[in-house]
């Protein structure tokens, strides 16, 4: 690891954010029967989390810190908390727009702290978009928050897990609008922000990339559509006479059966369930979301904010506990690579 707690936003004070950080925490404590959970701090209100401690399987000590400093001492004993200056009022299970002024603080403050070096990464608890977008929240969702407050320069969804990774070109967008904005640039441009955060924060010297194609059978030679030989192709041999091993457009269908996956080290997918649907189908226990080209680490569980089990205790941590740990690898590979490029 970078040697700095991880940052973890509260997400929708409604679902069950508190309830897995809580879990996460109790997990950490325990002897580790795989890698262990690295240090982080809750970015929350401590109030919240002393409530939901005592749903079950939750119960954890809340120790409220000062400074993002303090957490790594403070971690053995209990579960950090940073205090967020707004307030919280959520019932579980029923998100309201009452709270998105202290979920979007979470997020600022988490980001903040990763940018100023005082954690070692952030780590996302998932939102409810709706409230947000109701008080006047103009994103869809984490990741176009994140690549704004980067500075607007492209960055790309992935999901990680252990036997399947996948970058998204186009991510929350009704399907019915996805042909239209596909284009030669902007799926060569996910290629190679793929293609080099896998060099420098996964550790994998040359990675080779997957192109899903956009219709059945990937067109089956125009048959069928124009994206793949329109638009797909062209980027997969840009890149490729960037030195990036790059292939396809291949038929979506028959892309993710295991023979298919050791191919290649991540696939590249044009729309939001061409990806998501395979990855948490393998990997839904352990399925992580990296936001790929921000100039710091984010992470977050692969899963929504489960309203409907918020509130029991149910939620399992797993996911979560994965998103803590790869940021902690993340942070360790980009801290020993040094800046993009380097």
């Known amino acids: 690891m970078s040697?700095?707690?991880?940052a973890l936003?509260?997400?929708?004070?409604?679902?069950?954010?508190?309830?897995?950080?809580?879990?996460?925490?109790r997990a950490s404590q325990e002897a580790p029967s795989g890698p262990a959970i690295p240090p982080f701090f809750a970015v929350d209100s401590p109030n919240r989390l002393r409530a939901l401690s005592e749903l079950p399987g939750c119960g954890a000590p809340v120790i409220p810190i000062d400074a993002a400093d303090e957490a790594g001492a403070?971690?053995?004993?209990?579960?950090?908390?940073?205090?967020?200056?707004?307030?919280v009022s959520a019932e579980a299970g029923r998100p309201g727009a009452n709270?998105?002024?202290?979920?979007?603080?979470?997020?600022?403050?988490?980001?903040?702290?990763?940018?100023?070096?005082?954690?070692?990464?952030?780590?996302t608890n998932p939102i409810?978009?709706?409230?947000?977008?109701?008080?006047g929240f103009g994103f869809p969702g984490h990741t176009e928050y994140l690549e704004h407050r980067a500075g607007g320069g492209p960055v790309v969804m992935m999901l990680a897990g252990p036997r399947l990774r996948v970058s998204l070109v186009t991510v929350h967008l009704p399907l019915a609008r996805v042909a239209a904005v596909l284009t030669v640039e902007k799926v060569e441009t996910v290629g190679r922000i793929t293609a080099e955060a896998l060099r420098r924060d996964f550790g994998i010297a040359r990675p080779r990339l997957a192109f899903a194609g956009f219709n059945p059978h990937a067109g089956e030679a125009g048959a069928l559509g124009s994206e793949e030989s329109e638009i797909v192709m062209p980027a997969v041999a840009a890149l490729r006479k960037a030195g990036i091993d790059a292939a396809g457009p291949y038929p979506a269908d028959t892309m993710f059966h295991d023979a298919a996956r050791a191919a290649y080290d991540a696939a590249v997918c044009l729309y939001h369930d061409q990806g998501l649907i395979p990855l948490k189908t393998l990997d839904i226990e352990r399925g992580v979301n990296v936001t790929l080209g921000?100039?710091?680490?984010?992470?977050?569980?692969?899963h929504g904010t489960a309203l409907d089990i918020a509130g029991t205790g149910r939620a399992s941590p797993s996911s979560l506990i994965a998103a803590l740990q790869m940021a902690a690898d993340l942070a360790q590979r980009?801290?020993?690579?040094?800046?993009?490029?380097g």
Do not use: H, Y
């Open 99 to 123: 709270s998105a002024t202290a979920v979007i603080e979470s997020i600022d403050r988490a980001i903040d702290l990763v940018r100023l070096g005082r954690a070692g990464a952030m780590v």
């Open 74 to 87: 403070a971690f053995g004993d209990g579960l950090p908390v940073l205090p967020l200056g707004a307030a």
């Open 128 to 135: 409810q978009k709706a409230p947000l977008m109701a008080t």
């Open 334 to 341: 980009r801290a020993v690579a040094g800046p993009a490029g």
């Open 294 to 302: 921000l100039p710091w680490i984010r992470t977050s569980p692969d």
């Open 9 to 25: 936003t509260m997400g929708e004070p409604a679902g069950i954010g508190g309830e897995i950080a809580l879990k996460a925490w």
């Open 3 to 6: 040697g700095l707690p991880l």
